[in-house]
């Protein structure tokens, strides 16, 4: 035994070394997707460029025509072209994932660990010269890089009969290709610098500008460019960076299972089990002992049911959980049927033969597999009560796109289940001073019923979304999240009975504080109706442009959408300068502007002390003419401002992932470290006021 607990304990210690290394990850470039590029004769006439793709777990990158309004889809470039010419469309190869997303409110493709495109080349005869790139956009769930090239150059000489010149239809092809390319990026470009009204720069003002900045990045000559990487990195690590998904999954899991202890079906069999471990072996180290493997059960039984659903529905399908409109539907359904039971319609059981052979063939064993059986067996008696809980935690962790939050979730559920018996085993003095069985477990069973109820309509608003039938906006959904918190306070305070409650109209004093913060967290909501941005419920109400009555008129607005023009302003002004890296197929940066930006006290700070200048970086608005630039020893061509605000992101602050914001001063120096995707209002206040303060102690 001691042997494991050194094993488990190492692991641990190692693990939690590795978390700490996490927690300490600055800014830095992210390079998830290798590539590899052919060149492959199908004919004497006829090759295909092939891209493969390697793609690091966790991110993905998207396909080839997407649509209007969509993200960057993976297009086929050609900047220098003869002896050949392109042969049809850009042909995705390999495993496609389609899903709904509900924030472009379209179906969109992409790949996962690999991916291949290929494109068919027509050689016309004679020495030929193919030179281009590919474009491409990758993604996991905290970031999106800018639109990424692969470059190709491929010659050589085709042994077939020359034709007849064709440059005039390569330059059309090229042209097709390159507005087929840009084609999903134009209307939102569009729709974005139309909303940029207040915005002091327009496109049309920024391209006089753009041979300054472009002997900028040649020449180096302006301090606004010069790489600060050093200096940002000095004020410690980025803000926001820490991927905390998998703590708050696991505390998520472990609230539930606190949650379930204290149910008619666990909490009485606590002290039966213990004393059971503690009565049959006169040697106390044994029965302790006995009763920690019994806990340890408990976690690998939970643990392995969280494997399990990952086995069975596949990672790429929790991956597409989220926004799936059935998936959701059904899981609307499936809570509203636990809350039904925890309100006492039904019991959801197990057949009663299967605990019973588990329990026979536990009483027939001896060692380590009995005590197995004996926690197997509580895990069935005890679904009637834990069940809508483990449901409603693994539907709440598989739709958040880990494929490894099941297990995560279940891990803390089960400690938090097993945790009783070995600290009642190894302090039984205390089994005297927990309160006994009674009432008091039905009221929190019918608690979870209420809570179960509401969460059921988040599920239900996704596939609302989804199919745009408009039956749940934000008002709806307020206000019966309003009636269902403010009749779970009226339960609480024992004006509402259920048929398992007993008739003791007493209310508890801990009882009464529960109704006090339901039927305030109700009152709380009622604001909401009238637009009121609700931060405590961001994340689960419908965004606030499915609110069809909204007096919320706080919102901030870029000041500038170019980098030159807006430093120019902001040193003619005197106000230090947020640099709001971003990109229109951004969905991190959506949800920061809606959860943080919309707060009064950011709101004030950004468009009053503050020079905004918002750069997307998948901007495929062309340059006047391409720029040559050299970077890590490798020549690269900015086409794009999107491809030119990417570039300034990689070389003056060291970072290429979005969102990602930056203070500095009139000088380009970094006032703060930097900040990425956090949702955490109070940390994003303090980021802009401390550039504040720097800004005027400089």
């Given at each position: 035994?001691?042997?494991?607990?050194?094993?488990?304990?190492?692991?641990?210690?190692?693990?939690?070394?590795?978390?700490?290394?996490?927690?300490?990850?600055?800014?830095?470039?992210?390079d998830?997707?290798t590539?590899?590029?052919?060149f492959?004769?199908?004919?004497?006439?006829?090759?295909e460029?092939?891209?493969?793709?390697s793609?690091?777990?966790?991110?993905?990158?998207?396909?080839?025509?997407?649509?209007?309004?969509?993200?960057?889809?993976?297009s086929?470039?050609?900047?220098?072209?003869?002896?050949?010419?392109?042969?049809?469309?850009?042909l995705?190869?390999?495993?496609e994932?389609?899903?709904?997303?509900k924030l472009?409110?379209?179906?969109?493709r992409?790949?996962?660990?690999?991916?291949?495109?290929?494109?068919?080349?027509?050689?016309?005869?004679?020495?030929?010269?193919?030179?281009?790139?590919?474009?491409?956009?990758?993604?996991?769930?905290?970031?999106?890089?800018?639109?990424s090239?692969?470059?190709?150059?491929?010659?050589?000489?085709?042994?077939?009969?020359?034709?007849?010149?064709v440059?005039?239809?390569?330059?059309?092809?090229?042209?097709?290709?390159?507005?087929?390319?840009?084609?999903d990026?134009q209307?939102?470009?569009?729709?974005?610098?139309?909303?940029?009204?207040?915005?002091q720069?327009?496109?049309?003002?920024?391209?006089?500008?753009?041979?300054?900045g472009?002997?900028?990045?040649v020449?180096?000559?302006?301090?606004?460019?010069?790489?600060?990487?050093?200096?940002?990195?000095?004020?410690?690590?980025?803000?926001?960076?820490?991927?905390?998904?998998?703590?708050?999954?696991?505390?998520?899991?472990?609230?539930?299972?606190?949650?379930?202890l204290?149910t008619?079906?666990?909490?009485?069999?606590?002290?039966?089990?213990?004393?059971?471990?503690?009565?049959?072996?006169?040697?106390?180290k044994?029965?302790?002992?006995d009763?920690?493997?019994?806990?340890?059960?408990?976690?690998?039984?939970?643990?392995?049911?969280?494997?399990?659903?990952?086995?069975?529905?596949?990672?790429?399908?929790?991956?597409?959980?989220?926004?799936?409109?059935?998936?959701?539907?059904?899981?609307?359904?499936m809570?509203?049927?636990?809350a039904?039971?925890?309100?006492?319609?039904?019991?959801?059981?197990?057949?009663?033969?299967?605990?019973?052979?588990?329990?026979?063939?536990?009483?027939?064993?001896?060692?380590?597999?009995?005590?197995?059986?004996?926690?197997?067996?509580?895990?069935?008696v005890?679904?009637?009560?834990?069940?809508?809980i483990?449901?409603?935690?693994?539907?709440?962790?598989s739709?958040s796109?880990?494929?490894t939050a099941?297990?995560?979730?279940m891990?803390?559920?089960?400690?938090?289940?097993a945790?009783?018996?070995?600290?009642?085993?190894?302090?039984?003095?205390?089994?005297?001073?927990?309160?006994?069985?009674g009432?008091?477990?039905?009221?929190?069973?019918v608690?979870?019923?209420?809570?179960?109820?509401?969460?059921?309509?988040?599920?239900?608003?996704?596939?609302?979304?989804a199919?745009?039938?408009?039956?749940?906006?934000?008002?709806?959904?307020?206000?019966?999240?309003?009636?269902?918190?403010?009749?779970?306070g009226?339960?609480?305070?024992?004006?509402?009975?259920?048929?398992h409650?007993?008739?003791?109209?007493?209310?508890?004093?801990?009882?009464?504080?529960?109704?006090i913060?339901?039927?305030?967290f109700?009152?709380y909501m009622?604001?909401?109706?009238?637009?009121?941005?609700?931060?405590?419920?961001?994340?689960?109400?419908?965004?606030?442009?499915?609110q069809?009555?909204?007096?919320y008129k706080?919102e901030?607005?870029?000041?500038?959408?170019?980098?030159?023009?807006?430093?120019?302003?902001?040193?003619?002004?005197?106000?230090?300068?947020?640099?709001?890296?971003?990109?229109?197929?951004?969905?991190?940066?959506?949800?920061?502007?809606?959860?943080?930006?919309?707060?009064?006290?950011v709101?004030?700070?950004?468009?009053?002390?503050?020079?905004?200048i918002?750069?997307?970086v998948?901007?495929k608005?062309?340059?006047?003419?391409?720029?040559?630039?050299?970077?890590?020893?490798?020549?690269?061509?900015l086409?794009?401002?999107g491809?030119?605000?990417?570039?300034?992101q990689?070389?003056?602050?060291g970072?290429?992932?979005?969102?990602?914001?930056?203070?500095?001063?009139?000088?380009?120096?970094?006032?703060?470290k930097?900040?990425a995707?956090?949702?955490?209002?109070?940390?994003?206040?303090?980021?802009l006021q401390t550039?504040?303060?720097?800004?005027?102690?400089?």
């Open positions: 035994m001691k042997s494991i607990l050194n094993r488990i304990s190492k692991r641990f210690f190692s693990g939690l070394g590795l978390w700490l290394m996490a927690l300490c990850v600055q800014a830095q470039i992210l998830p997707v590539f590899q590029t052919e492959n004769k199908i004919s004497d006439d006829v090759a460029v092939v891209f493969i793709a793609i690091d777990p966790g991110w993905h990158i998207y396909s080839t025509d997407l649509g209007e309004g969509g993200p960057i889809a993976a086929f470039n050609i900047d220098k072209v003869t002896g050949a010419h392109v042969d049809g469309k850009l995705p190869v390999g495993n994932q389609a899903v709904f997303d472009f409110e379209m179906e969109v992409y790949f996962e660990k690999t991916a291949k495109f290929v494109q068919r080349i027509k050689l016309e005869g004679g020495p030929y010269r193919i030179e281009g790139y590919l474009e491409y956009a990758a993604c996991n769930d905290q970031n999106c890089l800018p639109p090239e692969v470059p190709f150059m491929f010659t050589g000489t085709a042994d077939v009969a020359a034709s007849a010149p440059e005039q239809d390569e330059e059309e092809t090229q042209s097709d290709d390159e507005t087929s390319s840009t084609a990026s209307s939102s470009i569009v729709n974005s610098q139309s909303s940029m009204a207040n915005g720069s327009s496109m049309a003002n920024g391209q006089s500008s753009m041979a300054n472009q002997s900028s990045i020449n180096g000559q302006s301090a606004w460019w010069s790489p600060v990487i050093d200096e940002l990195r000095a004020f410690g690590e980025s803000a926001g960076t820490v991927d905390r998904s998998w703590l708050y999954i696991f505390l998520t899991g472990f609230l539930g299972g606190l949650l379930a204290f008619p079906c666990v909490w009485p069999i606590i002290p039966m089990t213990v004393s059971f471990f503690l009565k049959r072996s006169k040697d106390k044994k029965a302790i002992r009763a920690m493997t019994y806990g340890l059960s408990i976690v690998v039984i939970y643990v392995a049911l969280g494997l399990l659903v990952t086995l069975l529905f596949g990672a790429s399908a929790l991956n597409a959980l989220s926004t799936n409109a059935i998936f959701n539907i059904l899981f609307f359904l809570l509203v049927v636990f039904a039971s925890f309100f006492g319609a039904f019991e959801i059981t197990l057949p009663s033969s299967w605990s019973t052979a588990v329990d026979s063939k536990a009483e027939k064993t001896t060692g380590l597999l009995s005590i197995f059986l004996m926690a197997f067996t509580l895990a069935l005890s679904f009637s009560c834990t069940g809508p483990i449901g409603f935690l693994l539907v709440e962790v739709t796109g880990s494929i099941p297990a995560i979730g891990l803390g559920f089960a400690i938090a289940l945790l009783p018996f070995t600290l009642f085993a190894l302090f039984p003095t205390w089994l005297k001073q927990v309160p006994k069985s009432g008091w477990m039905n009221v929190i069973k608690s979870l019923g209420f809570i179960e109820l509401a969460f059921a309509l988040k599920f239900l608003s996704v596939a609302d979304l199919y745009g039938w408009h039956i749940l906006d934000r008002e709806t959904f307020l206000a019966l999240w309003i009636v269902i918190f403010a009749l779970l009226v339960y609480l305070l024992g004006k509402i009975k259920f048929p409650d007993d008739d003791d109209t007493r209310v508890s004093v801990p009882r009464l504080f529960m109704a913060a339901s039927l305030a109700a009152v009622v604001p909401g109706l009238w637009g009121a941005p609700l931060k405590a419920v961001s994340a689960f109400a419908p965004p606030l442009y499915t069809d009555f909204n007096l706080n901030v607005r870029a000041q500038f959408d170019d980098y030159d023009l807006g430093m120019e302003y902001a040193r003619r002004v005197g106000k230090p300068v947020m640099l709001d890296f971003t990109g229109y197929g951004c969905v991190n940066c959506r949800k920061m502007e809606l959860a943080v930006w919309t707060d009064p006290t709101g004030n700070l950004m468009n009053n002390e503050y020079v905004l918002t750069l997307y998948d901007n608005t062309k340059l006047p003419e391409p720029i040559k630039v050299t970077e890590n020893g490798k020549e690269r061509t086409r794009t401002l491809d030119k605000w990417s570039y300034l990689r070389v003056k602050f970072a290429n992932a979005q969102p990602f914001y930056v203070l500095i001063d009139n000088d380009g120096k970094p006032l703060n930097s900040y995707y956090d949702e955490d209002v109070a940390k994003y206040v303090e980021f550039g504040l303060r720097n800004y005027q102690q400089k």
